[in-house]
């Protein structure tokens, strides 16, 4: 299965102040994007609307699978998400996290494939602990497992690195090396060791694509 | 089992599985049923009562425990960041049909134990057809669910939401009200089973109505 995502004129607007408008992007399986500009620039707005959480005001974004274009009502289905904003359940451990997202999905995910993810971004430990005695690092690694629960064609990561100690970036970085083999990744980041990462960059402050074109 | 049951069957286990461990909703539900029992049983004294007035208070009591408690459905996804992940993880469908189940679930409990106190503490409450009384009850508790579901998923995106929901809920549910309670007031003063089914299909009919409109409705309001 191969996979495509095709942004058009993507134009998004709060209270008549419009973030950032005619953004159009084009990305095939293999290729790494990474979004920059400077704080307010709408970084994590393009983000949420690729992942269909936010709309656009103006134009579309789609993914198609082997040239057939995804619903948007299932395109969740066949994306990754990690980012400082989102949230899992404080009163579950993080097991029954992963065990409720792999239900609510409708998947049947092994238990052992479970904990090996855990175990890769070394919560195996705490795995059985409530969230909320997660520090902020081990929240945003159990963030990373609960993205990748279902093997996501399209990964999208804002912050990537963001509340990770050295061990936890190097797990971050060696994700999304394999994510280029097996799909599309795109991160949102002002780190230039984030950046380096990626064949292309989009900046949204002069919406001029660097390191070769962000436009279709 | 389908998917999308599955995903809503899950959403509600998952839903029920929290509130035992947070008591988010619960409290303050339990807490507003027993301080307004409390409250009527000392105003009314000694006094008389009609069973008309009675009918009115036990739904005034229903509604205003639901404003305060079944809102906290989607509100407390807001509150905590999770409703992205749930957006990320289920279609609308599915989150609206956990939460409605989950709604239905806890009002039922609920109004279980308001009529049981109410029938224990209230003595002038004597109810004399249980058929009404008990159909009316259930149609009420999935009519009033139907409605408060949609509603807080409203509701949870605005800034005012302790204030907005009784207020955007009241006129919604003013149908629902009306008939309840006069279904009840069947119920008290004995009539037949038949004389009450026009009320039983206004119910039956608003339930239907509700959860067809929040159906179509709920993906709009779940997205922005």
């Given at each position: 299965m191969s996979i495509q995502l095709q942004a058009e004129g993507l134009a998004k607007t709060f209270n008549r102040r419009t973030i950032f408008s005619g953004i159009s992007l084009s990305l095939r399986e293999g290729e790494s994007l990474a979004v920059t500009g400077r704080n307010g620039s709408g970084k994590s707005t393009l983000l949420k609307i690729i992942s269909g959480v936010l709309s656009p005001s103006r134009g579309r974004c789609f993914l198609k699978i082997d040239d057939r274009e995804v619903p948007a009502a299932s395109s969740y289905t066949h994306l990754g998400f990690v980012s400082p904003y989102l949230q899992l359940y404080d009163e579950f451990s993080g097991i029954e996290n992963l065990e409720l997202f792999t239900r609510i999905r409708g998947h049947q995910v092994p238990r052992p494939f479970i904990e090996a993810l855990l175990e890769r971004v070394n919560l195996a430990q705490r795995s059985r602990d409530q969230v909320r005695t997660y520090s902020s690092g081990m929240k945003q690694r159990l963030k990373y497992a609960f993205a990748l629960l279902h093997n996501p064609q399209l990964l999208l990561l804002d912050e990537p690195t963001s509340n990770l100690d050295s061990e936890g970036m190097a797990t971050v970085y060696q994700i999304m090396e394999e994510q280029v083999t097996r799909g599309i990744l795109i991160i949102a980041t002002n780190d230039a060791e984030d950046l380096k990462r990626t064949d292309r960059v989009l900046d949204l402050n002069s919406l001029a694509a660097e390191k070769g074109a962000a436009t279709p | 089992m389908s998917s999308l049951w599955y995903a809503s069957v899950t959403i509600f286990v998952k839903d029920l599985r929290s509130e035992l461990r947070t008591r988010y909703s619960l409290n303050s539900l339990l807490m507003f049923v027993i301080t307004t029992l409390s409250v009527i049983l000392f105003s009314l004294g000694s006094e008389n009562v009609s069973s008309d007035v009675l009918s009115g208070v036990l739904w005034i009591i229903i509604f205003f425990s639901t404003m305060s408690g079944l809102s906290r459905s989607f509100v407390s996804e807001e509150e905590r960041g999770t409703v992205m992940t749930l957006q990320l993880t289920a279609r609308p469908l599915a989150v609206f049909f956990g939460k409605?189940?989950?709604?239905?679930?806890?009002?039922?409990?609920?109004?279980?134990?308001?009529?049981?106190?109410?029938?224990?503490?209230?003595?002038?409450?004597?109810?004399?057809?249980?058929?009404?009384?008990?159909?009316?009850?259930?149609?009420?508790?999935?009519?009033?669910?139907?409605?408060?579901t949609i509603l807080a998923a409203i509701i949870a995106k605005a800034n005012t939401k302790g204030t907005l929901y009784p207020v955007l809920s009241f006129p919604i549910l003013l149908p629902l009200l009306l008939t309840v309670i006069n279904a009840t007031k069947m119920s008290v003063e004995g009539a037949a089973v038949y004389e009450a089914f026009s009320e039983f299909q206004i119910l039956i009919s608003y339930f239907i109505v509700i959860t067809t409109i929040s159906y179509l409705l709920f993906e709009f309001v779940w997205k922005e």
């Open positions: - | 409605l189940l989950f709604n239905t679930v806890l009002l039922a409990a609920l109004n279980l134990l308001t009529v049981t106190l109410y029938l224990l503490f209230i003595t002038n409450f004597v109810v004399q057809n249980y058929t009404i009384f008990i159909t009316t009850m259930g149609l009420g508790t999935i009519g009033l669910a139907s409605a408060s």
